[in-house]
């Protein structure tokens, strides 16, 4: 938090929270795996990484 607008940093841990947690569910309860669930993590992750570089 050094660097980064707190609120960004809240973004960006939730956002890996979010993405984490996902991405276990489906690895290890076999959560299933659809179109529309691979594009909201993408989302997640590009809007994750565009506050990053915006904030800096």
């Given at each position: 938090m050094k660097h980064l607008p707190a609120g960004t940093a809240y973004v960006v841990w939730t956002g890996i929270?979010?993405?984490?947690?996902?991405?276990l569910g489906v690895m290890l309860f076999n959560d299933p795996v659809s179109a529309p669930r691979v594009l909201c993590m993408t989302?997640?992750?590009l809007s994750?990484?565009?506050l990053k570089l915006i904030d800096g």
């Open positions: 929270g979010s993405f984490g947690i996902t991405v989302l997640i992750v994750v990484a565009g």
